[in-house]
């Protein structure tokens, strides 16, 4: 059984940073692209960030692109989203997922996600 688990979100202030993990079992990891989304109230789920396997190629939304690094430890099963800078358009529920396809900024490019987590800039 695939599990995603999401850590280290929380309520912060506009211009702060945050790290969120994710810690995958029941899947072979280092075979899998990671990627980040995010779905703030009333709005659709939107791509954040993805990372291939190797960790060698990251792409990002452009809302982020800048502020936020998405980086993967395969010895740990574990993907991270480091995001610095925050704005309050951030708050969000993030999910992170792992795939395989080659397109990687969208939801049909993977196959397992994690549960969510609450993250919130205040202002």
């Known amino acids: 059984q695939v599990q995603l688990v999401e850590s280290g979100g929380g309520v912060v202030q506009a211009g702060d940073s945050l790290r969120l993990s994710c810690a995958g079992s029941?899947?072979?990891?280092?075979?899998?692209?990671m990627g980040w989304f995010r779905q703030a109230p009333g709005k659709e789920r939107e791509f954040v960030a993805a990372?291939?396997?190797?960790?060698?190629?990251?792409n990002y939304a452009d809302s982020v692109q800048g502020r936020f690094t998405i980086s993967r430890d395969n010895a740990k099963n574990t993907v991270y989203l480091q995001m610095n800078s925050l704005h309050p358009e951030d708050t969000a529920v993030y999910y992170c997922?792992?795939?395989?396809?080659?397109?990687?900024?969208?939801?049909?490019?993977?196959?397992?996600w994690g549960q969510g987590i609450q993250v919130t800039v205040s202002s």
């Open positions: 997922a792992s795939g395989v396809a080659a397109s990687l900024d969208i939801e049909q490019g993977y196959d397992y």
């Open positions: 029941g899947l072979t990891f280092r075979s899998y692209a």
């Open positions: 990372i291939r396997w190797g960790g060698g190629t990251t």
